[in-house]
């Protein structure tokens, strides 16, 4: 069902823990101490709070990201790239031969705007869903001081690469990012430049570990250099990703350090296909019919290559690209 | 707390391992320093294919030839050291086939626009409208995010782990 008109809306709050219901098309979306409710007309859903709020401040700042971000096995998004899906069991067996599924289909503008509605409403001073769980305070318990920050942080994403002049920065410590406790082990020397009178800045080359290493988010890529459409996304990550990422086209892994695990279920049905242990060094292509979610036991670099050529999501879904990147015998 | 953070060398790498119930070829997991461990200095082995796009392992070691692309490519060095010098093209000598980079039949009689001496976790622009070259004085290696070109070497069955055993 498409809402081309939906607006989110606030239909109370509740006396006792001080928290806003929200309303958005037929999904109804309320928290008390410990969970956050979802509602659609055919059904509920129970979710965590601390991964229902850390995968909705994502799903902002990703501006919903390429294909299918499941916040948990039954409630997530789809990104059309001007519309986004907000579904409910859609993809989950057991919830489709219940009949007990449920999807609409929004401009992403109403979804974001409801999703922020939400979040800053149900985050409150000392909780930072962006930071890994040692860096920041719970969220769960009644509403506390509203946060005055911004709370969603989005992409950076470097047009052609960081720290060209008039392109993103690095981080830095000017910028506000010191390195993480879990990268002060590494040497943060800067590559040398060496440039001949006349091309003074027509050179450049950055620490990227370093950047990597100062980030004040989790799960959370920024772009560091585009060839084309071919984009190099970097981005730390510690404890579990929390979404379930169902991508709408082949990506690829490459780990720069340390050791991330990722379960592999089957994209429509959430049916298990294994593991993956990723370790420094390791690539692996995350093929476009799975969904996929990834434990970080340690603070680790990863490298993300994503196409970015605009449409290939239809080109997948129709079949006319294969759901795997390279074929050999 | 402290935090010992794993990178891998040339010398030293643990492969991660994969264990799934799909075709193991969808996933083409390889790693970097185990390529380069196989290659030929400046073979330029795709571990990653976007379509067009790949990222590009280079074992590098000596001095390469020149090299130039019709785009801008990046390499981030994950082993060891390397000098990247640079020499600005004229117009009619910038290469304009479709994509990827291409070895020059010798060193271009343009001007040096300098060199960037990079080690592990650099990032470096190898900027379109310039011929570049790699140098080791020690086995070091790059990863190139590019176009697939003619240089890139695709040989998918012989750095892929077909087989579910970590090592």
Known sequence: MTVPDARVERTGTDPDTGYSSFRLGSFTFRRDEYFAHVGWPKGSHIIEVDRFLRAMVRDIGWGFFYGWIFFDDLFGTTNHYGTVDIFAGAYDRASR????????????????????????????????????P?????????????????????????????????????????????????????????????????????????NLFEHIARSDVTWNPSISAVTRANICCVTSEEHMLPVIHGNDRNEWFIQLTDEIHWTIADKNSGAPRGRVVMRAGDVCAMPADIRHQGFAPKRAMLMVMENGTPGLETRYASGELKPYPVEFG | MAYRTEVGSLQSYRKGLIEVDDDLR?????????????????????????????????????????????HDEFAIVMDGEVAFTFIRLAEGQVPAHGGGAVLLSGEP????????????????????????????????????????????????AGICRLEGEGR
């Open chain 2, 26 to 70: 969808k996933y083409a997991f390889s790693n970097i320093f185990e390529v380069a461990g196989t290659s030929a200095p400046f073979e330029r082995v795709a571990v990653v294919q976007n379509l067009d796009y790949v990222a590009e392992v280079v074992r590098v070691e000596g001095a390469s030839g020149w090299y130039a692309a019709p």
């Open chain 1, 97 to 132: 031969e219940a009949g007990i599924d449920w999807l609409e289909t929004f401009p992403a503008e109403a979804v974001r705007e409801a999703f922020e509605a939400i979040s800053q409403d149900w985050i409150s001073e000392g909780y930072d869903p962006l930071n890994a």
């Open chain 2, 109 to 156: 009689n343009g001007p040096r626009m300098g060199r960037v001496i990079a080690r592990r976790g650099h990032q470096v622009l190898l900027p379109h409208g310039a011929a570049y070259r790699m140098a080791a004085e020690a086995p070091a290696v790059a990863i190139v995010q590019t176009v697939d070109g003619p240089l890139t070497v695709k040989r998918w």
């Open chain 1, 134 to 206: 040692l860096e920041t305070g719970s969220p769960i318990g009644p509403k506390g001081k509203p946060r005055t920050d911004p709370l969603v942080r989005s992409f950076i994403a470097a047009d052609r690469m960081l720290g060209l002049p008039g392109d993103k920065p690095v981080r830095s410590d000017a910028t506000g990012h010191p390195i993480k406790r879990a990268f002060a082990d590494l040497d943060y020397e800067a590559p040398v430049i060496e440039c001949e009178p006349g091309f003074e800045g027509q050179l450049h080359a950055i």
